[in-house]
Each structure stands twice: as C-alpha cells, then as structure tokens.
C-alpha cells in the first residue's frame, strides 16, 4: 500500500512566488515526516523534518495529522529552489523509509 | 571527504550479465541500505544491513544479492539482468537501526544502471 503521496508530478512557479509542495501519508500509528531534496547534479539529502519543526532555506512543514498531510512551503520561491522533492515517512520505531514519488520544482525566472 | 560512496557511477550492460555495484561509507553508521529509484523517480527500499546483519529485505527478485563484508560496506550483486532492471540505484546509510528523531539518511550519489 503506498504509504506515501505527492500528488504533483512536476510543479513550476515563477520567482518570488509561494510555493506548497504537498504530500499525503497513511500510516496508522506515529510516524516521523522528511521532506529530502536532490538538486540537478548532486545527491539526495534532507531538507528538512517535522520533528525539528525547523525553516531550512526558507522552508517550512507542518504536520497535520487530521489531514494526513505534511505540506512544504516557501513564501517565496528562488531559483535556486530548483529540484526533485521527496516526502518521506519513516515510522518512530522501526528502520524502513517510505518516500513519495517525488515532484520536480521549476521555479521560472 | 564523502561520506557514500557508490562504484560505478554509471554500469551499461547486456541483459543476461552479472554485474555488481559496490557502496562504501566512512561515516561509522550501523546501518547502510539499498534503494532503487524507478524511471518514474519513484524510490523504493530493496535491502538494509545493521552491523552486517540483514534486517529489511523486500519483494525484490532473488537474482539481486546484497553482500556486508562489513559495516561499512554494503554491496549490491545482480545476476542474469533484465531490461527492468534499469534504474538509478542508491546506497544510504544511517547512524542507527531505529528511525527516530536523531536518524537521517545519508545518501550515495546513484549509479545509473542501464541494460540493453
């Protein structure tokens, strides 16, 4: 069952624009939320997780457990944002991670 | 210095060959995984080893064999490759075997595996 979802596929906006790069989980239970970026060229790393309920680069996550969902934002969109994102969900105890299908970021200058 | 390292970069082959891809990490992690990301960018979990120990194997087909010679490697052995066997493969590795608020994945950059 996917545990993970992010409806879009691939999403542009222009700079300087918000931005929200959604993500749905199905997970019973608690989980941790992440949210990893892979720039062109370079590796997949963390970007941010819920648990640190932390602003990375001018991103932020909520996790709203109602709807399932752990949103990322960015009031503002840079160029440099530019990226392949992944949701990923990983339960409290245990060793696997789930991750989305991924949404390609293309902010237009 | 980098932290994963995964060899080669890039594998082209013909179906039917065995061929291996090799992953390093000189962060001390426990735990060091394997994941496959489809040409749809889909990334999914194949294997992970915890102190040469494999903890999560899933549904992937027996030709693919992981092998810990140690914790810090954990290499990744394909026999009698198929066409569908091409994918971006990635190697991570993480401090510990339990997820929780300290664990992140630290990443390879992929080997892209394409077979003809």
């Known amino acids: 069952a996917q545990r993970v979802t992010q409806p879009e596929k691939l999403l542009s906006v222009f700079k300087g624009a918000p931005v929200e790069l959604k993500c749905n989980y199905s997970?019973?239970?608690?989980?941790?939320l992440f949210w990893y970026v892979q720039y062109s060229r370079q590796r997949l790393q963390l970007l941010l997780r819920h648990i640190s309920r932390e602003s990375i680069k001018g991103f932020t996550a909520d996790l709203n457990k109602g709807e399932t969902s752990f949103h990322l934002k960015k009031p503002f969109a840079q160029e440099e944002d530019s990226a392949m994102y992944y949701c990923?969900?990983?339960?409290?105890?245990?060793?696997?991670?789930?991750f989305g299908t991924g949404t390609s970021l293309t902010v237009i200058p | 210095d980098t932290a994963v390292s995964q060899t080669p970069k890039y594998l082209v082959t013909q179906m039917g060959n065995d061929k291996s891809i090799k992953c390093e990490q000189n962060l001390g992690h426990d735990t060091m995984y394997w994941y496959k990301q489809d040409s749809k960018k889909f990334l999914k979990i194949m294997f992970s080893?915890?102190?040469?120990?494999?903890?999560i194997n899933e549904t992937v087909p027996n030709r693919f064999s992981p092998k810990s010679p140690d914790k810090a490697h954990l290499n990744l052995h394909i026999n009698s490759l198929e066409l569908g066997d091409s994918a971006v493969y990635f190697c991570?590795?993480?401090?510990?075997?339990?997820?929780?608020?300290?664990?992140?994945?630290?990443f390879g950059s992929g080997t892209q595996l394409s077979v003809l």
């Open positions: 990923a969900l990983s339960p409290y105890t245990g060793n696997q991670f789930y």
């Open positions: 080893y915890n102190n040469k120990e494999l903890i």
């Open positions: 997970y019973s239970g608690s989980p941790e």
């Open positions: 991570a590795s993480s401090r510990h075997r339990a997820a929780g608020v300290n664990e992140k994945l630290f």
